[in-house]
């Protein structure tokens, strides 16, 4: 099919939700991806941070293949196999004792259950969420969602979530109430535009919750399996939360989200109170599984936080060179690089030489490449970055932005 009849059909036929890149991609492999024309491009998107093991990983392309001839569905009501084996993997990795999981299909998904989970097992009806804050887009998660343009449109919402601002421990102690069921907060605000607590922030989470009773779930949605340069960013800061939410790269690409927490929480839960269909399904599991085995067998939490200093580093030097960058700041892989103005025609320009890269917010372009992503392959990216702000600062691409209200992920 060629390009613009492709185009042209999700043009037509698909809820217009998303603000397209004109490309169509057809194929990937590690951080490369190609469209239809057979145009290469960095990937430094990753399908928003998905693609952590890096694009069509032989291993996890083997254990789907493996896994459809031998069965695609089975009902949480029936036992399976892969969805043991994936429960044990999973249960070594994630914080001590946060190991009872709820297994769905999305990240607002496991938001969800989070919450749902909360108020089940405290029996209170409010959660305090973060200014900034990004959860995802279901009922449920876009209450604690923080950005008016999602939420507005949709009022009313779940009611008894409030927002007080990411890394300000008074306001959060004052915002608690004898009716706050939990806390949740993600380790490093993504979509919030990359950025990060202040010193000793989260650990005043944790203790605040523990002062005050309540619960602390942590989204690692998008700071998870070994983006940051950890398996999970909470082990930077020594923060063990109560319930934890992973989505995105957990099962390399196929739908899944997972909702972790302690024991005696997870048992609040009973029968039938909190299920899905699709969730724990063997092709999802045997997928999760092989990605957490390429995740800790080839080392990639450790290859973020080797190669992550190496990109803050290219990308701090083009900050000499362009006064357009206001600050580079993130850790691991997850970057983000704060300009003075709309981001929209550097990532444009970038598209145009080859490069694939996330916006977070108008003003931060965002880096989530794939952690397999090579030392020159990083390097390239930086210098077309380069070029793509020299372009754009000398007016090549200038012109309007379009409006973006209706951006979506
Ligand atoms: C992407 C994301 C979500 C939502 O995940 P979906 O799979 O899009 O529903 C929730 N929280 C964080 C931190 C995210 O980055």
Request: no cysteine.
């Given at each position: 099919m060629k390009a613009d009849e492709a185009i042209s059909i999700e043009q037509r036929?698909?809820?217009?939700v998303y603000s397209k890149r004109p490309v169509v991609a057809v194929r990937g492999k590690g951080a490369r991806i190609w469209d239809s024309e057979g145009r290469e491009y960095i990937d430094c998107m990753g399908s928003y941070g998905v693609s952590i093991i890096g694009h069509c990983h032989p291993k996890l392309v083997e254990a789907i293949c493996r896994q459809a001839s031998e069965l695609i569905s089975c009902h949480g009501s029936l036992y399976n196999d892969k969805r043991s084996e994936f429960l044990e993997k999973l249960s070594r990795v994630?914080?001590?004792?946060?190991?009872r999981a709820f297994l769905g299909n999305s990240g607002a998904e496991a938001v969800e259950c989070a919450l749902k989970l909360a108020r089940k097992y405290t029996g209170r009806k409010e959660i305090i969420a973060m200014m900034g804050a990004f959860h995802g887009k279901t009922m449920g998660a876009l209450s604690a969602t923080w950005d008016k343009k999602y939420r507005a449109p949709f009022e009313p919402l779940v009611p008894g979530i409030r927002h007080v601002p990411f890394g300000n421990l008074e306001r959060l102690r004052e915002a608690i109430s004898p009716e706050t069921a939990a806390v949740i907060v993600e380790p490093i605000q993504g979509e919030g535009g990359i950025k990060l607590p202040p010193e000793g922030y989260l650990k005043g989470v944790r203790d605040l919750c523990d002062e005050k009773g309540i619960l602390l779930i942590l989204?690692?949605?998008?700071?998870?399996?070994?983006?940051?340069?950890?398996?999970?960013?909470c082990e930077h800061w020594s923060v063990v939360p109560d319930i934890m939410c992973i989505g995105k790269a957990i099962a390399g690409g196929i739908p899944m989200g997972v909702t972790v927490a302690k024991e005696e929480v997870m048992s609040?839960?009973?029968?039938?109170e909190h299920t899905s269909t699709?969730?724990?399904n063997p092709l999802a599991c045997a997928a999760a599984s092989a990605t957490l085995d390429i995740i800790t067998g080839e080392g990639l939490p450790e290859r973020a936080s080797r190669l992550g200093p190496r990109l803050m580093e290219g990308l701090l030097a083009l900050k000499e060179r362009h006064n357009a960058i206001r600050e580079v700041r993130g850790m691991g892989l997850m970057i983000g690089i704060e300009m003075k103005h709309d981001v929209y025609n550097v990532i444009m320009k970038s598209l145009e030489k080859g490069l694939l890269i996330l916006d977070a917010g108008r003003n931060v372009l965002r880096f989530l490449p794939p952690l397999v992503i090579e030392e020159a392959q990083l390097d390239r990216a930086i210098g077309i970055l380069d070029e793509a702000m020299g372009d754009v600062a000398g007016g090549e691409t200038g012109g309007r932005v379009p409006d973006r209200a209706a951006e979506g992920i």
């Open positions: 036929l698909m809820a217009s994630t914080p001590k004792g946060v190991d989204d690692e949605i998008q700071t998870g399996l070994g983006r940051t340069g950890r398996m999970f960013a609040a839960l009973k029968r039938g699709f969730g724990g």
